[in-house]
């Protein structure tokens, strides 16, 4: 990996306020996201935000959406709203773009394929909450466009331990290579 560094980047998703605090309730489940934060930046990867927010009065968010037109319900994941910005733990440095999403994957809505192109990206580090939501959705849409994937399974939660496991386990390595943030940052050096 290390000769493809500059054709790689680190995709950090749905690791906002609003998601953070329904999945993670002590710092250290913070740690891994962190870790492959700055193991990113030190090796010269890019790294890349993604948050799921939509305009204000949610014209993006189907009825017939089961999961966003509860969130247009709720009305609290606005492009401005707290719940919608990155969480501070893993806060964006100038240069790291911030994608905004309207659905599961990153690629749904967003500009992530144009950044991607323009920066000759073609390898692709995946982290973010859920592992069955953006995890999953983003890693089978990059895997349809041939890019080359690693999940980082550490910087990776998901409401159901189980869903966790058998994702990271059976499912994602036919389409990835699945590994830690630690296993992975020995591969920069």
Request: glycine share 4%; with cysteine.
């Amino acid at each position: 990996m290390a000769s493809d560094v500059k054709q790689t980047a680190l995709l950090v998703m749905d690791v906002q306020n609003g998601i953070v605090s329904r999945y993670i309730q002590d710092a250290p489940a913070m740690r891994p996201f962190q870790e492959a934060v700055s193991a990113a930046r030190k090796a010269g990867i890019q790294v890349i935000f993604v948050r799921v927010a939509f305009s204000e009065g949610f014209p993006e968010a189907s009825p017939r959406n089961k999961m966003f037109a509860h969130l247009a319900q709720a009305g609290n994941m606005t492009v401005s709203a707290d719940s919608t910005q990155i969480h501070e733990s893993v806060r964006p440095e100038a240069g790291e773009p911030v994608v905004t999403k309207y659905r599961v994957s990153a690629f749904a809505g967003s500009n992530l394929e144009v950044i991607l192109r323009a920066k000759d990206i073609t390898h692709l580090v995946l982290c973010g909450i859920a592992t069955s939501g953006v995890v999953l959705s983003t890693l089978r849409e990059a895997a349809d466009k041939d890019y080359a994937l690693i999940v980082l399974k550490d910087a990776c939660l998901d409401a159901d331990p189980e869903v966790h496991r058998v994702l990271v386990e059976k499912v994602f390595p036919r389409q990835a290579d699945v590994m830690t943030v630690e296993e992975w940052a020995k591969t920069l050096v």
